[in-house]
């Protein structure tokens, strides 16, 4: 069976942050997920680390935010 949600993280090298790699990282990967089932994508994502927030804000699709006080809690639906 497919999987029904997947966690996604990955880094961006400081020399190539800022030129739109984290948001083609996300379109390949989102992508992929749903080529494989995935219908969801969940992260964990620490309130200074804008740069990735706005990744998946900006990624195209229904998102779920919640911060607990430590960290957003953020979930992606794929479908």
Do not use: C
Not at 26 to 37: D, F, Y
Request: hydrophobic share 45%; no cysteine; charged share 25%.
């Amino acid at each position: 069976p497919a999987l029904m949600h997947a966690e996604i993280a990955f880094i961006v090298r400081d020399d190539w942050q800022d030129k739109g790699m984290g948001s083609q990282m996300m379109r390949t990967l989102a992508q992929i997920a749903q080529q494989r089932g995935v219908r969801e994508f969940h992260a964990t994502v620490l309130p200074d680390n804008k740069s990735m927030l706005a990744v998946f804000q900006n990624a195209g699709y229904p998102i779920r935010t919640e911060f607990d006080g430590d960290a957003y809690a953020i979930e992606l639906d794929l479908v």
